[in-house]
Nanobody, 123 residues
């Protein structure tokens, strides 16, 4: 089992930045690929970014490429999502998820999920 807890969400004006954290506990977190997803009210959960177990490979949705950066510190069992140049359309609940295979973009590929953290970008 892997337990995931997101933090770092909040209210930020358009153009601002936030850094989300996904802290893990349980089985060897360094074996897991991790992804970030987001879900806006009334919409489906969508892929945002993913990082391989080593951190050597990453992937991004087109809508965030160049603005968001995913990274990880396996010594701290934590994955980060640095979000810059935020837009109102980035407003959503952000979730991290983990799986033994990496860089997948489908929600059904992931075995473990956090509870989510709210990000609100004001215009």
């Amino acid at each position: 089992q892997v337990q995931l807890v997101e933090s770092g969400g909040g209210l930020v004006p358009a153009g601002g930045s936030l850094r989300l954290s996904c802290a893990a506990s349980g089985r060897r977190f360094s074996n897991y690929g991790v992804a970030w997803f987001r879900q806006a009210p009334g919409k489906e959960r969508k892929f945002v970014a993913a990082i391989s177990w080593s951190g050597g490979n990453t992937g991004y949705a087109d809508s965030v490429k160049g603005r968001f950066t995913v990274s990880r510190d396996n010594a701290k069992n934590t994955v980060y999502l640095q979000m810059n140049s935020l837009k109102p359309e980035d407003t959503a609940v952000y979730y991290c998820a983990a799986a033994l295979t990496g860089l997948m973009r489908g929600i059904y590929e992931y075995d473990y999920w956090g509870q989510g953290t709210q990000v609100t970008v004001s215009s």
